[in-house]
């Protein structure tokens, strides 16, 4: 099977995936057979909205030649956006939340085609259901809510103080110098900017075994002024690390050869409007782990403290002997 090389600007590679064609529009239809004799016959029903929108994009080079969770989130929220309308002022309804289910792993080799549902559009809400799918069968599948921006009650929970990003090493100061493929991968091969406050787990288990951790993140480069690429890359970034407080509570390392781990669900609820290609502050902590599964719950904060985003997602977590 031919792989794709890794991309000589994982940046302008973000960009690029992002970027998704529009293929057109398939119709659904369900048909149903009325009587069950001999006079029995064939009627056509449509469930829903029988229009659907379909776009397709390629996906980014990974060492495991398995698609990033990450990137189908955020080409998900592409293909949604894409189908909602505009006020009357002319400004897209933003994202305010998502729900998915990682349903199968990803070839990075393959397309990746997106079927869009218009669910239904309110006044105030629009719905949207995508599923992503390779060679007919989904990987993905993802509901998304878009709101008219309005006012109301206002609270959040306030960012931890805690060292700043420039004052912490990027995982190339700590990796870059290392000869290894997933070293290097690591270190250059993302477009997301990513510094741990505490110790990261890549190469050994944490001194201190708790179930929370924080980290500095941001796009390596300056993205478009569209809210919707912000949020999409925000969802991409959102994957990083967040079942890592599940493994730093238990004493476990990335390179731990009997760890198996997989996502299987994310959410995401978008607060407050913010830039990804700026520093955000992203705490995670773990409520629970059982069963092979693990729990991990993150927010996210912009430098001057305001709550921009909210994440959860369970995962499979398992040690084989």
Do not use: C, N
Not at 55 to 71: A, D, L, M, N, T
Not at 176 to 182: I, S
Not at 274 to 301: K, N, V
């Amino acid at each position: 099977m031919q792989v794709t090389p890794p991309h000589p600007d994982p940046f302008a590679e973000l960009l690029e995936i992002l970027d998704l064609d529009h293929l057109g529009t398939a119709r659904m239809t369900v048909s149903a057979r009325t009587d069950a004799g001999p006079e029995s016959f064939l009627t056509e029903q449509i469930l829903g909205d029988p229009d659907r929108e379909i776009f397709e994009g390629k996906s980014q080079w990974q060492p495991h030649r398995r698609v990033f969770g990450g990137q189908v989130l955020a080409q998900t929220i592409i293909a949604a956006g894409r189908t909602v309308g505009t006020d009357a002022g002319g400004v897209p309804r933003p994202i305010h939340s998502l729900h998915g289910y990682f349903v199968r792993p990803g070839d990075v080799a393959r397309p990746i085609r997106f079927s869009v549902e218009r669910m239904r559009d309110g006044r105030s809400f629009s719905t949207r259901r995508v599923h992503a799918m390779q060679e007919g069968q989904v990987i993905l599948s993802m509901t998304a809510s878009f709101q008219e921006p309005a006012g109301g009650l206002d609270h959040q929970d306030t960012m931890p103080d805690v060292p700043g990003p420039e004052t912490l090493p990027s995982v190339a100061d700590k990796y870059g110098h290392v000869d290894h493929p997933a070293a290097k991968h690591l270190a250059y091969g993302r477009p997301i900017d990513l510094r741990h406050v505490r110790e990261d787990l890549w190469s050994q288990p944490a001194a201190e075994q708790v179930a929370h951790q924080e980290l500095w993140l941001r796009a390596v480069g300056t993205l478009p002024d569209d809210p919707l690429v912000h949020a999409a890359v925000m969802a991409y970034a959102s994957d990083y690390a967040l079942l890592e407080p599940v493994i730093r509570r238990h004493g476990i390392a990335w390179v731990d050869r009997r760890l198996r781990a997989a996502s299987l669900d994310h959410a995401m609820w978008f607060h407050r409007p913010a830039r990804a290609d700026e520093w955000m502050l992203y705490t995670q902590y773990s409520p629970s782990a059982q069963g092979g599964r693990g729990l991990g719950m993150g927010h996210m904060f912009t430098p001057d403290g305001r709550l921009a985003a909210t994440v959860a997602q369970e995962g499979m977590l398992r040690l084989k002997g």
